[in-house]
């Protein structure tokens, strides 16, 4: 029943001989055709390892950028073209897509998974195949001749058009090149894709490590957390995070709320924000919100004071003239962009008595040395804290790691959408397909 608790590598039968399907997340950054990052290929590596140690023939898929969607991005289109295709019947612009794509991969640089084979082969020492197909000859061929513990990487799924429709003949096809399927990537197992949830249907369905990690410590501290629990949110997807409040406000002990998101709040409180980010939309929500967290004995602890500027920085790490003021006298023609000295007191203490923080999202500007001091008191905090402290939500892990926290903190996650579904406490699809233990 429990969302937390589900079968692992470990927990596969004789996997000697078993032609494992694997989803990874190999979704990384790269410039012209060269990976700039290789931190989720080695990522990866430990559930990769364990099943090839174990002899078994490991088949790796992943998606890689949105090459599904020739509006937006990647294929650099005019708006001319864009509106062409637009106005086209859906099978001939899927032809139009389907041609430009080959197009793409002709030219070897756009979406091709080719150099995540090169450079896994490289970081395990050992050769990885590589099929041009996801599910066609090429793929079909290459695991058919694979022999015990060796490793096969097929082709970006979101080359099929039925990865992201989770169309079932997709999700069987992927299925007919195993016999065993293992899900370890966090980063898009909150989407109900063929490769991330449908193939489930045709195969026994494990976790990988990278998942079981997430899920474990994630689950448990929103499970059965040590408490003092304390949960702070701050960022600038201020709708997106508003609803995760909802469901956390039922689980902790204490709610920080600072960054970009803070000012929906002071403005329910009937305070004078300025030009900050606001979403008036969500203001009576907000003061649900603090109603909620009244009945239920939370404590809700908003910015006591703000750093504020004339303008948002630009570029982002422009020299700035700040000044703070109370957060309930901002100048109606000035923006809070972080935290003040009071409030980085205020919350780093709750946060340092704490046996249980979950934080997602920034307290300020952070990309801006002038307004980062808020988002540095928060990790500090964090790294000084004895509980368990759990980061998620891009952004955030980008600041513990640029600030040099992130090894004093006890789990980093590597899905920032993901990690924020779960903290809202919806059910993930590429979690709950896997077996339960
Ligand atoms: P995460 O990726 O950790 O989930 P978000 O993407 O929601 O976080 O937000 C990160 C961004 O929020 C950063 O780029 C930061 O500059 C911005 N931000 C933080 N505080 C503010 C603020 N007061 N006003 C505007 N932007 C802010
Ligand atoms: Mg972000």
Redesign the pocket.
């Known amino acids: 029943m429990s969302m937390y608790n589900k079968k692992s590598v470990e927990d596969i039968p004789a996997l000697g001989g078993k032609r494992v399907l694997v989803r990874c997340d190999f979704n990384v950054p790269q410039k012209d055709g060269v990976i700039t990052s290789d931190k989720r290929i080695v990522e990866a590596l430990p559930t990769i390892k364990y099943l090839a140690g174990k002899g078994a023939r490991v088949i790796l898929c992943s998606h890689l950028g949105k090459p599904h969607n020739i509006f937006t991005e990647g294929f650099g289109l005019n708006k001319k073209e864009k509106k062409a295709l637009e106005a086209l019947p859906e099978a001939e612009r899927e032809a139009a897509r389907t041609e430009m794509l080959e197009k793409a991969k002709k030219d070897g640089k756009k979406f091709t998974l080719r150099p995540v084979a090169e450079r896994l082969a490289e970081l395990l020492g050992k050769a990885v195949a590589f099929a041009a197909d996801t599910v066609g000859e090429d793929a079909h061929a290459k695991a058919d001749a694979l022999q015990d513990g060796e490793i096969l990487l097929i082709e970006n799924v979101r080359f099929n058009a039925g990865e992201e429709k989770n169309a079932p003949e997709f999700a069987k096809a992927l299925a007919s090149l195993a016999e065993i399927y293992v899900n370890d990537a966090f980063g898009t197992a909150h989407r109900a894709h063929a490769s991330t949830a449908g193939v489930a249907d045709y195969l026994p369905a494990y976790c990988g490590y990278l998942i079981g990690k997430e899920i474990g410590i994630m689950g448990a501290a929103l499970e059965n957390p040590v408490r003092p629990f304390v949960a702070i949110l ?4 201020v709708a997106d ?1 508003l609803n995760v409040i909802n469901n956390l406000l039922t689980k902790v002990d204490t709610l920080i709320i600072g ?2 998101m803070a000012y929906t709040f002071l403005a329910a409180k009937g305070y004078e924000v300025g030009s ?2 606001l979403d008036s939309e969500k203001i009576e929500y907000c003061r649900d919100m603090m109603k909620k967290a009244e009945e239920k004995g939370v404590r809700l602890l908003l910015p006591v004071d703000s750093v504020v500027a004339a303008t948002f920085p630009d570029p982002i790490d422009a020299a700035i003239d700040v000044e703070t003021v109370p957060s309930d006298k901002i100048p109606s023609d000035k923006m ?3 935290i003040g000295e009071k409030t980085r007191a205020l919350f780093a203490d709750a946060i340092k008595s704490a046996k249980t923080v979950v934080w ?8 801006n040395p002038t307004l980062a001091k808020g988002t540095i008191a928060v990790a500090e905090a964090l790294a000084e804290c004895d509980g368990t402290t759990i980061v998620g ?4 892990a980008a600041a513990c790691e640029q600030l040099g926290f992130a090894d004093r903190i006890t789990h980093i996650s590597t899905g ?1 959408g993901a990690s924020l579904e779960f903290l809202e406490g919806l059910v993930l699809p590429g979690i709950a397909c896997l077996q339960d233990k």
């Open positions: 701050g960022g600038a997807k995070k960054g970009g900050s980010l809070g962009l972080d997602n999202g920034p307290m300020g500007v952070f990309e939500g891009g952004d955030s920032g």
